[in-house]
């Protein structure tokens, strides 16, 4: 009886410990500006990165630059070296589509590597060279007063 309850006791401290994909979504909460959007090795202009955005409520994301909208769903698997996001992409030009990319979190900002929507490979690396098409991302938290 007294292992059991020990058991018990275990398997309830495990169950109560949160997940590390919910405490890394909780860092992406709220909105954010982009600062750095790079792009088959060139650099976005500054203009069209100012006006970008993108919001994060829940597993929800939407994301506007310009005229363009889309929103959709967000997946984390931090345990992969790089950690892993999907993007389910449920409104806008690409509906319908996975988006996968790695990100890290740094202090204020996130850094995303992302595939085009639709491909089938992942980026290992956080690089945006003129051999692919992946996007290279930096994401600052829009502050209250911004």
């Not at 590390?20 to 202009?45: H, V």
């Not at 909208?69 to 409104?91: F, N, Q, R, V």
């Not at 890290?104 to 690396?125: N, S, Y």
Request: hydrophobic share 35%.
């Amino acid at each position: 009886m007294r292992r059991f309850a020990l058991l018990a006791v275990t398997l309830g401290l495990v169950a109560a410990a949160p997940l590390p994909e919910k405490d890394d979504l909780k860092k992406f909460e709220g909105d954010w500006s982009f600062t750095k959007w790079e792009q088959g090795g060139q650099s976005l202009p500054d203009e069209a990165v100012r006006e970008a955005r993108w919001s994060v409520k829940g597993n929800k994301y939407t994301f506007e630059m310009g005229p363009v909208s889309e929103e959709g769903t967000i997946k984390l698997d931090p345990a992969k070296k790089p950690a892993a996001i999907d993007l389910t992409i449920t409104s806008g030009t690409d509906k319908g589509k996975e988006q996968f990319g790695i990100y890290r979190i740094e202090k204020d900002a996130i850094v995303f590597c992302l595939a085009r929507p639709g491909a089938k490979e992942r980026p290992t690396e956080f690089a945006a060279t003129e051999n692919d098409t992946n996007m290279l991302l930096t994401i600052k938290r829009v502050k209250k007063d911004d």
